[in-house]
């Protein structure tokens, strides 16, 4: 049941990934500088996790959909919730190479 249920939710999250930067998405790169130095996705912001509510004014200056990700997804989806709860529209996209497989 957890291996149909990951299927089906990947294949949704893809489309919805595809959907967003279709809309002109920002990727919101959330991990450390040491992770961001290893590699990230041409033309992401990066913003580390815990200065995520200092930054609000500026993520909401962008002005578009934003798509975070961080290594695994649990970061980028604690961004997630907290960004939505300040009105942006933004959706977890997970690991970072997932939705640079995109770009």
Partial sequence: ????????SGKNMANQIQE???KG?????????AEWNEGHSEGAKHIVL???PENIEEIKSWDKPV???C???GRSGQA???L????IDIINGGPWGDVDQYL
């Fill in 20 to 22: 967003y930067l279709e």
């Fill in 25 to 33: 998405a920002v990727v919101l790169d959330v991990r450390t500088i």
């Fill in 67 to 69: 798509i975070a990700v």
């Fill in 71 to 73: 290594r695994s997804g």
């Fill in 84 to 87: 939505q709860g300040h009105g």
């Fill in 50 to 52: 815990n200065t995520i």
């Fill in 1 to 8: 049941m957890n291996f149909l249920k990951r299927i089906f």
């Fill in 80 to 82: 997630t919730e907290f």
